[in-house]
């Protein structure tokens, strides 16, 4: 069991319960995009697949500080994720 801690709630979960994403610059902002098949290089963070865990990590900026990155963020991807596995849950 490996654990490890959402940025959006910050509780601390095994790493099968949590996404991983990645940012990925492209053209003017990063995009935040989600490890669900092929991990992607580089710095990663993990983050709940909830909207409400979303929404806190966006409110702190938590998704730029976790990744180091600076300046515009997209989150479209990560989002329509969470969205996707919230509608499966009900």
């Known amino acids: 069991m490996v ?3 959402c ?3 910050r509780e601390r979960a095994d ?3 949590l996404v991983r994403f990645t940012g990925i610059w492209q053209d003017t902002a990063w995009v935040i995009t989600p490890d669900t098949d092929v991990p992607h290089r580089g710095r990663g963070a993990h983050l709940h697949p909830t909207t409400q865990c979303l929404e806190l990590a966006r409110r702190r900026n938590a998704v730029r500080r ?3 990155i600076e300046g ?3 989150v479209t991807l990560l989002a329509a994720m969470a ?3 919230q509608d499966l849950n009900d």
């Open 3 to 5: 654990i490890r801690t």
């Open 7 to 9: 940025i959006g709630c």
């Open 72 to 74: 515009e963020v997209d």
């Open 15 to 17: 790493k099968t319960d």
């Open 66 to 68: 976790a990744l180091k």
């Open 83 to 85: 969205d996707d596995r």
